[in-house]
């Protein structure tokens, strides 16, 4: 962040949200507790999803809604699924009885806390049932019974099979981010787990997605009863608080040009994307050689580390955050002013996707995008996804700073000894003893050896494992021919006729 920020690109930012509607959450019937839980949470009016949706859903109906991340989707079923867990009267038999899946770790760890607060003066118990996190801790807690599970596909699948996870008591599904989760490759999973589910009838089913594709569409007629769809347009939330800017430039100076880009802007709080997870690990360590307090999250990183990077992130102490699209639905952090595309992506929706991250709730934001000769490429679908053309901005040649980082030194995977390796070695120093080596046996069959292709005999060899291990055969002594005496005659006696 420079000292001297530039007036003209400066970002002013909302107080308070711009785009909420004049419905409050007290208009409809909601349970006291509900309310307390909102008013927690500062939530007072609805969002244009909260609007439409919560009248339909407070029903008991099937909704299917459309709607881009950080519209205030999340409290609008989660405030459904509590106010009709709270209509059973006491009715429990210890079984779950609402279930919210989401694609990401984070984006369930994010619907988790939120559910928290709303649930805060209620007596609903939740559980998350995510992969990287205590097995045994997850197990034991649905074992001891919970009201509301908020999970990914692949634990609670596991879960199910050991019979660990009873599904017959389900009377609320929520699906959020269901394109992302089809993206990322749950689609059997989904299908899996949703045929084990009570029948659509006899339970109320939410889905929520950004886009509602065909395969979205497919789970809505299978698996959902009669839903109604109810679309808000991602223009009116999403990207008019947004200003986009796109720079063309070479692979080669994009760290340059990252590096003044970040003197140049008055930011905040700054969310970096690339494409790859080793770009990931490349870009984090040249903006930490040059100075910028960064750090890289990608999918196979730890769980642990992921929460804590996040709860960094999200409390202010990491203020550079380069991350994959693995990550882009489930990063739900206030004020970020900047969200920069450090490769545009191969997908045009995963461009909204990433931008959503900035401008949340009615603030602005700036989304810049560096387009080089590799992901050029991309940016026609992007723009007919948006119907428009980005603005372009070039940088002048004072924008671009050295970089000033070592190399990366990639690093060396060693060789994981076992346990079991360790010990028995042990043992045998202990007594003294020594492994005998394995002695080389010559193969029986070589290929080819039926046309004389084979490898050549070593008889030397051969012969002294013969006498080794086999006895010499004795050998077989020829008849002695008898001396035939009728031709050794001496002819000279013998009268010339």
């Given at each position: 962040?420079?000292?001297?920020?530039?007036?003209?690109?400066?970002?002013?930012?909302?107080?308070?949200?711009?785009?909420?509607?004049?419905?409050?959450?007290?208009?409809?019937?909601?349970?006291?507790?509900?309310?307390?839980?909102?008013?927690?949470?500062?939530?007072?009016?609805?969002?244009?999803?909260?609007?439409?949706?919560?009248?339909?859903?407070?029903?008991?109906?099937?909704?299917?809604?459309?709607?881009?991340?950080?519209?205030?989707?999340?409290?609008?079923?989660?405030?459904?699924?509590?106010?009709?867990?709270?209509?059973?009267?006491?009715?429990?038999?210890?079984?779950?009885?609402?279930?919210?899946?989401?694609?990401?770790?984070?984006?369930?760890?994010?619907?988790?806390?939120?559910?928290?607060?709303?649930?805060?003066?209620?007596?609903?118990?939740?559980?998350?049932?995510?992969?990287?996190?205590?097995?045994?801790?997850?197990?034991?807690?649905?074992?001891?019974?919970?009201?509301?599970?908020?999970?990914?596909?692949?634990?609670?699948?596991?879960?199910?099979?050991?019979?660990?996870?009873?599904?017959?008591?389900?009377?609320?599904?929520?699906?959020?981010?269901?394109?992302?989760?089809?993206?990322?490759?749950?689609?059997?999973?989904?299908?899996?787990?949703?045929?084990?589910?009570?029948?659509?009838?006899?339970?109320?089913?939410?889905?929520?997605?950004?886009?509602?594709?065909?395969?979205?569409?497919?789970?809505?007629?299978?698996?959902?009863?009669?839903?109604?769809?109810?679309?808000?347009?991602?223009?009116?939330?999403?990207?008019?608080?947004?200003?986009?800017?796109?720079?063309?430039?070479?692979?080669?100076?994009?760290?340059?040009?990252?590096?003044?880009?970040?003197?140049?802007?008055?930011?905040?709080?700054?969310?970096?994307?690339?494409?790859?997870?080793?770009?990931?690990?490349?870009?984090?360590?040249?903006?930490?050689?040059?100075?910028?307090?960064?750090?890289?999250?990608?999918?196979?990183?730890?769980q642990r580390k992921r929460f804590r990077l996040m709860e960094q992130f999200k409390k202010g102490e990491l203020k550079i955050l380069v991350a994959t699209d693995v990550a882009s639905r489930g990063i739900h952090v206030e004020d970020i002013?900047?969200?920069?595309?450090?490769?545009?992506?191969?997908?045009?929706?995963?461009?909204?996707?990433?931008?959503?991250?900035?401008?949340?709730?009615?603030?602005?934001?700036?989304?810049?995008?560096?387009?080089?000769?590799r992901y050029v490429f991309h940016l026609e679908s992007i723009e007919e996804w948006l119907g428009y053309k980005i603005p372009v901005v070039w940088p002048e040649d004072d924008w671009h700073v050295e970089d000033q980082s070592k190399p990366?030194?990639?690093?060396?995977?060693?060789?994981?000894?076992?346990?079991?390796?360790?010990?028995?070695?042990?043992?045998?120093?202990?007594?003294?003893?020594?492994?005998?080596?394995?002695?080389?046996?010559?193969?029986?069959?070589?290929?080819?050896?039926?046309?004389?292709?084979?490898?050549?005999?070593?008889?030397?060899?051969?012969?002294?494992?013969?006498?080794?291990?086999?006895?010499?055969?004795?050998?077989?002594?020829?008849?002695?021919?008898?001396?035939?005496?009728?031709?050794?005659?001496?002819?000279?006696?013998?009268?010339?006729?």
């Amino acid at each position: 962040m420079s000292e001297e920020p530039q007036t003209s690109i400066q970002v002013q930012r909302a107080l308070k949200p711009e785009f909420l509607t004049h419905t409050k959450f007290e208009d409809f019937n909601l349970p006291a507790e509900v309310l307390s839980g909102l008013n927690d949470a500062g939530f007072t009016y609805c969002t244009p999803i909260q609007a439409q949706t919560l009248p339909v859903l407070l029903t008991g109906r099937d909704v299917a809604g459309q709607a881009q991340t950080g519209t205030g989707k999340t409290a609008a079923f989660l405030v459904t699924v509590i106010t009709r867990l709270l209509s059973r009267n006491g009715e429990s038999n210890g079984l779950p009885s609402a279930i919210i899946i989401a694609p990401t770790r984070e984006l369930s760890r994010q619907i988790y806390e939120e559910a928290r607060i709303l649930t805060r003066h209620t007596d609903l118990s939740l559980t998350q049932i995510v992969g990287g996190v205590d097995y045994v801790k997850q197990a034991d807690n649905l074992r001891h019974g919970t009201d509301i599970i908020i999970c990914t596909p692949g634990r609670i699948i596991d879960y199910y099979k050991q019979g660990i996870f009873k599904a017959e008591g389900i009377k609320a599904l929520v699906i959020d981010e269901a394109d992302r989760l089809l993206d990322l490759g749950f689609s059997k999973d989904m299908r899996y787990l949703l045929r084990r589910l009570p029948p659509y009838e006899q339970r109320q089913s939410m889905l929520f997605s950004a886009t509602l594709s065909y395969r979205v569409m497919e789970l809505t007629y299978e698996y959902m009863n009669l839903p109604e769809f109810i679309a808000v347009t991602p223009e009116t939330i999403t990207v008019d608080g947004i200003e986009q800017e796109l720079y063309h430039v070479g692979s080669d100076q994009k760290v340059s040009l990252l590096l003044g880009l970040l003197e140049r802007e008055d930011w905040v709080r700054a969310l970096i994307f690339v494409n790859t997870k080793v770009g990931v690990e490349r870009l984090t360590h040249r903006l930490k050689g040059n100075g910028w307090p960064a750090e890289g999250i990608t999918g196979d990183l730890p769980q642990r580390k992921r929460f804590r990077l996040m709860e960094q992130f999200k409390k202010g102490e990491l203020k550079i955050l380069v991350a994959t699209d693995v990550a882009s639905r489930g990063i739900h952090v206030e004020d970020i002013s900047h969200v920069i595309n450090y490769d545009l992506p191969q997908d045009s929706e995963n461009y909204v996707h990433r931008i959503g991250r900035t401008a949340r709730a009615g603030k602005s934001g700036r989304a810049l995008s560096l387009a080089c000769e590799r992901y050029v490429f991309h940016l026609e679908s992007i723009e007919e996804w948006l119907g428009y053309k980005i603005p372009v901005v070039w940088p002048e040649d004072d924008w671009h700073v050295e970089d000033q980082s070592k190399p990366l030194i990639p690093r060396r995977k060693s060789r994981m000894k076992t346990t079991t390796g360790r010990r028995v070695r042990g043992i045998r120093e202990k007594r003294g003893t020594t492994r005998r080596p394995r002695q080389k046996q010559r193969p029986s069959h070589f290929p080819g050896a039926f046309f004389g292709f084979g490898p050549e005999p070593n008889t030397s060899a051969e012969n002294e494992t013969s006498k080794k291990t086999k006895p010499s055969p004795r050998k077989k002594s020829s008849p002695r021919r008898k001396k035939d005496t009728s031709k050794s005659k001496d002819v000279r006696n013998e009268p010339w006729n």
